[in-house]
C-alpha cells in the first residue's frame, strides 16, 4: 500500500499516548532485510521507528503509519552514529518520512559536524519535517531543547560513557521523570522498554509516546533472554 499518511497529518497527534514499533535489524542481526522490516511494520498501530533509507521506504510503502525515520552508520572518527551527519539527515528526510531522528549525545560528530549547523540546514531545506533528538543525559535534553529539536526521546540513556549500564525504569523510572520536568518538549520513552507495563508507566507519567524495539522485533535478543532465564 503506498503510504498515505504525509507530513501534513500531524505526526504528534497521530502517536499520542501510543506505542511506536522499532522496526530495525543491522546487518549482523537475523532479521536484516527492508522486506522483513516491512511485514514486521505491519505489527505496528500507531507508528514506526526505522533505521536506512531503505528500510523506511519499504515500510513506507507496505503501512500508511508515521515512521521515525534514521540511518545509522559508523565513522572513524566519531562515536555518533545514529543520523550523525548532515548527509544523514537529508536522505532520511527526502524519503518524506515525517520525523527524523538523531543523535544528541554532545560527542563529537564525524568530520567536526556541528549539530547547530545541521539543525539550521534541515529547518531551511525540510521546514516541515520534525526533528527528535536521541539523548542519553539531563545536559543534553537542555541542549537539544536550546537547539529547538520538536521531541525529546530517551534512546541513548545507557549508551554514552556517561551514561553506561543506565537504565530509564531504574527506580520507578526517576531518571524519566527527570527528564519530564526538564523538557517542555514532547517527550517519546525509548529504549529498553520491554513490557506492557513499562510502557504503560512512561505514558502515565507523561510521556507523549513509547517506543519499543528490541522486545518486539529482534527475535534473538528476545530468545537469548529466555535462554539466560534457564541457566538463573
Ligand atoms: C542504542 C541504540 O542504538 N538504539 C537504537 C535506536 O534507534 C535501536 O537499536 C533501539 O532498538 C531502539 O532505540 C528501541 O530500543 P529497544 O530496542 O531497547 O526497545
Redesign the pocket.
Known amino acids: 500500500m503506498t503510504g498515505e499518511f504525509t507530513k501534513t497529518t500531524n505526526f504528534l497527534d497521530a502517536v499520542k499516548g501510543s506505542l511506536i514499533i522499532?522496526c530495525?535489524a543491522?546487518p549482523d542481526e537475523p532479521l536484516h532485510s527492508s522486506f522483513i522490516m516491512s511485514r514486521m511494520a505491519l505489527a505496528a498501530t500507531a507508528g514506526i521507528?526505522a533505521?536506512s533509507v531503505v528500510d523506511i521506504q519499504a515500510i513506507q510503502d507496505e503501512v500508511d503509519l508515521p515512521v521515525i525515520g534514521?540511518s545509522?552508520v559508523d565513522y572513524p572518527d566519531s562515536p555518533v552514529?545514529?543520523t550523525p551527519t548532515i548527509k544523514e539527515m537529508r536522505a532520511v528526510a527526502a524519503t518524506g518520512c515525517p520525523v527524523v531522528?538523531c543523535d544528541v549525545t554532545g560527542q563529537p560528530r564525524p568530520n567536526g559536524e556541528q549539530l547547530a549547523d545541521i539543525v539550521a540546514t534541515m529547518r531551511q531545506e525540510f521546514p516541515d519535517t520534525l526533528l527528535m533528538a536521541?539523548t542519553d543525559s539531563l545536559e543534553n535534553v537542555q541542549a537539544a531543547e536550546a537547539l529547538g529539536f520538536d521531541i525529546i526521546?530517551t534512546?541513548?540513556h545507557?549508551?554514552t560513557p556517561v551514561t553506561k549500564g543506565a537504565n530509564i525504569a531504574d527506580n520507578d523510572f526517576e531518571y524519566l521523570k527527570a527528564v519530564l520536568k526538564t523538557t517542555s518538549k514532547p517527550v517519546i520513552a525509548?529504549?529498553?522498554?520491554?513490557t506492557p507495563a513499562k510502557m504503560k508507566r512512561c505514558l502515565a507519567l507523561g510521556c507523549h509516546a513509547v517506543?519499543?524495539?528490541?522486545?518486539?522485533?529482534?527475535p534473538l535478543?528476545i530468545a537469548q533472554g529466555f535462554v539466560a532465564a534457564l541457566e538463573d
Open positions: 522499532s530495525q543491522l521507528r533505521n534514521l545509522k552514529y545514529i531522528a536521541d526521546g534512546t541513548m545507557g549508551y525509548e529504549g529498553k522498554v520491554d517506543v519499543v524495539g528490541g522486545a518486539i522485533t529482534r535478543q
